[in-house]
Structures are given as C-alpha cells and as structure tokens.
C-alpha cells in the first residue's frame, strides 16, 4: 500500500521559516517526479514546487522563487519543502504528490498545515 506522509506544518510568524517533510512507503521512490502543491481556505489547490527523479531539475511557482527550495532524498524516500521568508499568503495546507514518470500514476498525501500569522 502507497503511503505519502507529510510533517513540518506549524503556527508561524510572518518572516518564519519551516521545513516540511514527505515520506514516501510502498512505491519505488527513485522512479517518481515528487511535487508539493497546496490549498488555501476557499481557494483552489495551486502547485508550489517540483523535482525530477534524480533531483536534478527543479521548478517553482512565481509566488514562492527565491523562498521556497526543494529538494529530495532517494536513500530516504523523503521530500523536502524549505520554506523561508513567509508570508501570512502562504498559509495553507501543503500536500505532496508522486507522478509515475511516463505514466498515469500519481499518489496523494493527506497534507500538513502550514498558518502564517502575527
């Protein structure tokens, strides 16, 4: 059975940083594109960040470049998501994904809160 697990979320004041964390069980890890998407309240689900399978490549939304960095480790099966320099925009619930590359496969966490207040 896949299982994607995220940690890291937390309560934390604007300019605050979090590292939130997602492991992977249940599927080759090495084999998949790992990306972090999240949604607001009342808002639709937006992607963050990705990273291709050999964590070669990155990409960012233009809403967090230059705060936000992801990276992953295979040995791990982890996914990271540095996030620095917060804003109260960048509260949400933070979800990661893994997408089968050249395939339909794609696996869902259930999320971690992230809530940037003063």
């Known amino acids: 059975q896949v299982q994607l697990v995220e940690s890291g979320g937390a309560l934390v004041q604007p300019g605050g940083s979090l590292r939130l964390s997602c492991v992977a069980s249940?599927?080759?890890?090495?084999?998949?594109?790992m990306k972090w998407y999240r949604q607001a309240p009342g808002k639709e689900r937006e992607y963050v960040a990705g990273?291709?399978?050999?964590?070669?490549?990155?990409s960012y939304a233009e809403s967090v470049k230059g705060r936000f960095s992801i990276s992953r480790d295979n040995v791990r099966s982890t996914v990271y998501l540095q996030m620095n320099s917060l804003k109260l925009e960048d509260t949400a619930v933070y979800c990661c994904?893994?997408?089968?590359?050249?395939?339909?496969?794609?696996?869902w966490g259930q999320g971690t809160q992230v809530t940037v207040s003063s």
């Open positions: 994904k893994a997408e089968g590359q050249g395939s339909n496969v794609e696996y």
């Open positions: 249940g599927l080759t890890f090495r084999y998949y594109v």
């Open positions: 990273v291709t399978i050999d964590g070669g490549r990155k």
